[in-house]
């Protein structure tokens, strides 16, 4: 599940308190961005701040370059860029009914983490 953490650059600088944030340090994450047009997209990375302004600025996919701004609605730790990369294969496969299901989800567990602390 997601690795969130409070006071992420990138949360901050949206100004979003919905935005899902992790710890930056060069991990590999697998993340789901919804783009202005209410479409999603899947990818990876191991600089969120960095890909995410890119995605924003329009020199990132060439699926969100048209589709912009975007929003982070998701993401998840993954071990390697190996184990980011079968876990984008798997959630490009899966339906956007089930999509919006896994970006529910974290937010249960976002929300309930949140209540707990």
């Given amino acids: 599940m997601c690795n969130v953490v409070d006071g992420c ?6 100004g979003n308190e919905k ?5 930056i340090e060069r991990v590999w994450v697998c ?3 919804q783009c202005a ?3 999603l997209y899947c990818g ?3 600089n969120m701040e960095k890909r995410l302004a890119a995605h ?6 060439k699926y969100t370059r048209a589709r912009g701004p ?18 984008e294969v798997a959630i490009k496969r899966l339906t956007r009914e089930k999509k919006l299901a896994l970006i529910k989800s974290s937010w249960v567990a976002f929300t309930a983490q949140s209540v707990s602390q």
């Fill in 19 to 23: 935005t899902l944030s992790i710890n």
């Fill in 70 to 87: 975007v929003t982070m609605v998701w993401i998840e730790n993954c071990d390697d860029k190996s184990a980011a990369l079968k876990r």
């Fill in 9 to 14: 650059d990138v949360c901050m600088r949206m």
């Fill in 37 to 39: 047009d209410d479409t």
């Fill in 31 to 33: 993340y789901i961005l």
């Fill in 56 to 61: 924003n600025e329009g020199v990132a996919a």
């Fill in 44 to 46: 990876i990375t191991n």
